[in-house]
DNA sequence: CAGCATCCACTGTGATACTG
DNA sequence: CAGTATCACAGTGGATGCTG
């Protein structure tokens, strides 16, 4: 896989220095500034922080197969039988349970054909469509960061056995 | 917030017709066929699609408060009383384990001063601010898609009560 | 083929109490 | 202040068997 660089990642050096003074133009310019101040908003807009858009995306994403679901669905739409076996160590049970969720989000859409025996059919809607940017970063991220967070890990471990 | 733009978002309208033909040029150039792409060499290095790069990041990344915190540090490190404030209902035994986690991944450092009573500061390192690049695409995201969302579950949830 | 129902184990999460 | 330890619980995920 060659995809693995860091381009579009706006690092900055000021990033941890930026105070609440210079926020009205460095915040929008900056990943920190804008999360930082994204952040601050929610918690107005939001009584509790449980309910604030990060959530209602990431309790999505984070699960074990969501993604991988949107991910496989990317290239093209996929019968039942056909996604079941593109995720090898998948559940019949979690599989048909994730389909209805990115379904009921709005993500994916259901199509059936009434054939005997029937086939259904799984596709990524328009909006489905537009997550595929954004995944896109962030699994370049996961892809060239993954051996640097695996040996952190390692260091860390062997601290504490050390 | 001002910052709900679809901006950045790569949406064309050749996604789910891509061939495997074509895949030399345009697979790289869209979102659906570098992800889709992807997951075929990820289905190849890894045995197990459990232990791919996916879920090294988002296992982290799905969980309750992972990414709340990292946000929380995007602005200046904070010290542990102050996470605590910021995130109003977080317990301590989560603030505490999931700082420990993100230390682990070598996402944030912890710094403590040995003072009377001791302060510990936590503040991202260098690997994790540069997550906040790809963070930022996908916060916008949700921020920019929840309605969208939100108004999909309520039609899904509908057309069953119906 | 696609999917539902049931039972069960594990893990994540939280409340509470205690400590250097 | 910044934790650690213990207990309890709910949600997530998996195995199996059945159905239109």
């Not at 920190?32 to 601050?40: D, P, V």
């Not at 699994?139 to 050390?162: I, M, S, T």
Request: proline share 7%; net charge positive.
């Amino acid at each position: 896989m060659g995809h693995g660089n860091s381009e579009g990642t706006t690092l900055r050096s000021d990033v941890g220095a930026a105070t609440a003074a210079d926020a009205g133009f460095t915040a929008a310019a900056t990943p920190a500034g804008e999360l930082s101040a994204g952040m601050t908003a929610w918690k107005q807009r939001y009584p509790d922080l449980a309910a604030c858009p990060i959530r209602t995306v990431l309790d999505r994403l984070g699960d074990k197969w969501s993604t991988l679901i949107v991910i496989t669905l990317a290239g093209r739409p996929h019968r039942f039988g056909e996604l079941r076996r593109a995720l090898p160590d998948i559940s019949q049970r979690m599989l048909t349970q994730t389909l209805r969720e990115l379904q009921r989000d709005g993500l994916i859409g259901r199509t059936v054909f009434p054939t005997t025996p029937p086939s259904v059919e799984y596709a990524l809607t328009p909006l489905g469509t537009t997550l595929l940017g954004p995944l896109r970063e962030l699994v370049r991220w996961a892809d060239a960061n993954q051996p640097a967070v695996e040996e952190a890990r390692r260091a860390f471990d062997g601290r504490l056995a050390a």
